[in-house]
């Protein structure tokens, strides 16, 4: 149990559908990730939010769309997505005003696009 | 940009020592991690160094030396429950202290 909560854990979804992946942090954490995990590569990492508001996006395609509601909440908006975003999508939370600041994951929802 | 290497696979026996290194380049280097992920599971924080040296905690220990932009995880007195991924991450204070990883290494622990 690391803090960080993600639902749902597995969703398998078609092309044209449109879904919500949702976290939440009960840490009192400022900072809020999104990552993709795919096998064999590194941990990518999608989007950035600190006190609420987004602060980076990697070139993320527009069919990702985030949404940070407070800080304690995160969502990841999904449409029109194709197979090859099929990974395991985590979440995280850090403190970003402390010295170690280091990333509580939550257990991550494995997506599937047929 | 950063390249964070790690061996891809390891495999050790049950009771041994196991040394996983991972180098890395980056230009505003503000700490390495080490995480361990088990299969399912949310990647856990293992340890921390921003300054060379050694850190320990119990079994696992990790070293830095900022300078040859390298690190390694060390685990002793293996168990079977360490078969794992570790993940090595660098943190970089020139693009925010946004956290760059490696590919993660697959250890397998034989009895």
């Known amino acids: 149990e690391t803090g960080v909560t993600q639902t749902p854990r597995h969703l398998v979804m078609g092309m044209t559908n449109k879904k919500s992946l949702k976290c939440e942090q009960h840490l009192g954490h400022n900072a809020m990730y999104w990552y993709k995990q795919s096998a064999k590569k590194p941990l990518e990492l999608m989007f950035v939010?600190?006190?609420?508001?987004?602060?980076e996006n990697n070139s993320v395609p527009s069919r990702f769309s985030p949404e940070c509601p407070n800080s304690s909440h995160l969502f990841l908006h999904l449409h029109t997505l194709q197979p090859e975003d099929s990974a395991l999508y985590l979440c995280?939370?850090?403190?970003?005003?402390?010295?170690?600041?280091?990333?509580?994951f939550g257990e991550g929802s494995r997506l599937t696009v047929l | 940009g950063q390249n964070i290497d790690q061996p891809t696979e390891m495999t050790a026996t049950e009771g041994a020592i196991v040394q996983i290194n991972c180098t890395y380049q980056t230009s505003g280097f503000n700490g390495l991690f080490w995480y361990q992920q088990h299969a399912g599971e949310a990647p856990t924080f293992l340890s921390y160094n921003v300054l060379d040296g050694l850190e320990e905690k119990g079994r696992f220990s990790s070293f830095l030396s900022r300078s040859k932009g390298y690190s390694y995880l060390l685990l002793k007195e293996l168990q079977m429950k360490d078969s794992a991924s570790y993940l090595c991450a660098v943190r970089d204070a020139n693009t925010g202290n946004q956290f760059y990883f490696g590919t993660g290494t697959s250890l397998t622990v034989i009895p």
């Open positions: 939010y600190s006190l609420e508001e987004r602060v």
């Open positions: 995280a939370s850090s403190p970003r005003d402390r010295a170690t600041g280091e990333l509580f």
